[in-house]
């Protein structure tokens, strides 16, 4: 694979960024689809935010949340994440789909950027392109049996399998150089959790559609 192929796509200047996004639809045939930028630097005003969810604090907010109800056809979303070192948290989003898949592209360019930390939950599979930037643990919750998960072969070559047991899954992407047990991880997170007999479903961001269908990565059968 060359690596014009993995090139990822530049962000869109059409879209303007924004921060603490918060979508929640639960009715309509093409769910949630759409573009977004997000730019963790950006302040809004507090009347201006959505109320938090029960346990959050301000502290905790995410700063992408999108729900996809049970009338709701599920979420196919790109996501471009800007910022910087100098940003004070991690970037963090959760995706939910309660009927439907959830497919998710994240790009991210610039290796100056803050650690992003994404938690998606589905009923009928996932699709996850990771930036290659991406360093950090991917965690994956099957709850049926009759699903797999599938990479494709260029993450799996950087991708450490790490633990299997009780339909969880446990990776790391890059090197684990500079993490020890006494530290808390500070960088890139990813945490999934499918609900229904479909795939999960791993590949980089610029990637050609359907990488890990064709790349014999089905690492759980």
């Known amino acids: 694979m060359s690596e014009q192929q993995l090139a990822p796509p530049t962000t869109p200047v059409t879209v303007k960024p924004t921060n603490f996004l918060f979508v929640k639809r ?3 045939f093409t769910g949630i689809r759409d573009t977004y ?3 963790p630097r950006i302040k809004i005003p507090q009347s201006m935010l959505s109320p938090l969810a029960a346990g959050q604090t301000e502290a905790t907010r995410q700063n992408v949340f999108l729900h996809a109800g049970k009338g709701c056809t599920g979420i196919n979303v790109d996501l471009f994440v800007l910022g910087d070192t100098n940003t004070k948290r991690s970037l963090n989003m959760f995706l939910e789909s309660l009927n439907g898949s959830i497919t998710a ?3 991210a360019a610039s290796t100056v950027r803050p650690p992003i930390h994404i938690t998606a939950k589905a009923a009928c599979g996932i699709t996850l392109h990771l930036p290659r930037t991406f360093r950090g643990p991917v965690t994956v919750r099957n709850t049926s049996n009759w699903s797999s998960i599938r990479i494709s072969e260029h993450l799996k070559a950087g991708m450490m399998p790490l633990s299997e047991a009780n339909g969880t899954w446990r990776y790391f992407v890059g090197t684990l150089e500079g993490w020890t047990d006494e530290s808390k991880w500070a960088g890139d ?3 999934l959790e499918n609900c229904g007999g479909w795939d999960v479903k791993l590949q980089y961001d610029g990637e050609p559609e359907g990488a890990q269908d064709s790349s014999n990565g089905c ?3």
């Open 26 to 28: 639960d009715t309509g």
């Open 37 to 39: 930028v997000i730019d």
């Open 105 to 107: 592209k994240l790009h």
């Open 189 to 191: 997170e990813v945490r």
């Open 219 to 221: 690492l759980v059968c």
